[in-house]
């Protein structure tokens, strides 16, 4: 059950921000965020970071663990950023 649970949802929660602030800060629009709550799509790993800042938490805070998760596959980016 802990997999249904959408941590930037959560996040917005604690800090007492609704989906539309959020958008509002970021330059979105509020259907996009909505999609990110509702895991409906996911944002790029730039809009996380954004996202982070915005709401002055740590990246990780708005990450789910998959040390847990035997069937995740990692991936190794390199320093470029640039996968290919």
Do not use: F
């Amino acid at each position: 059950m802990a997999k249904d649970i959408n941590r930037l949802k959560v996040v917005l929660a604690e800090k007492k921000k609704t989906n539309k602030w959020l958008a509002e800060q970021l330059g979105k629009d509020p259907a996009t965020v909505s999609k990110w709550c509702t895991n409906a799509s996911q944002p790029s790993i730039e809009t996380l970071l954004e996202i982070a800042r915005v709401l002055q938490v740590d990246v990780k805070d708005l990450l789910q663990s998959t040390a847990q998760d035997p069937n995740m596959v990692y991936v190794k980016i390199p320093k470029g950023g640039v996968l290919v």
